[in-house]
């Protein structure tokens, strides 16, 4: 069974730092662009950034650039997003997803195959 799951949401006080990993299972990730996505509540769902597979090239969102960084580590079949500076705007549900397309910049959401279920970041004094 194709899977993804999420881990290492929490509460974090504002300028605070979480790691969220991706790990997969049923399939390997090191063939696929990985995203990181999130929604807060009342609001689309934003895209955070990508990692592409074959050279580790990212992509960021405005929002976060300079404060999240994404890496991967194929041979524990995991992403991570590194999430430092929090602020209280970065609080939602965080999502990674799979695709067989680049990341070179921005990847639509309906182009990802594989979605996690989920782990909630709430950014609060």
């Known amino acids: 069974q194709v899977q993804l799951v999420e881990s290492g949401g929490g509460l974090v006080q504002p300028g605070g730092s979480l790691r969220l990993s991706c790990a997969a299972s049923?399939?390997?990730?090191?063939?696929?662009?990985i995203g990181w996505f999130r929604q807060a509540p009342g609001k689309d769902r934003e895209g955070v950034g990508c990692?592409?597979?074959?050279?580790?090239?990212?992509y960021y969102a405005d929002s976060v650039k300079g404060r999240f960084t994404i890496s991967r580590d194929n041979a524990k079949n995991t992403v991570y997003l590194q999430m430092n500076g929090l602020k209280p705007d970065d609080t939602a549900v965080y999502y990674c997803?799979?695709?067989?397309?680049?990341?070179?910049?921005?990847?639509?959401?309906?182009?990802?195959?594989?979605w996690g279920q989920g782990t909630q970041v709430t950014v609060s004094s």
């Open positions: 997803a799979a695709t067989g397309y680049y990341c070179s910049a921005y990847v639509p959401s309906i182009e990802y195959a594989y």
């Open positions: 049923g399939f390997t990730l090191d063939v696929y662009t």
């Open positions: 990692i592409s597979s074959s050279d580790a090239n990212t």
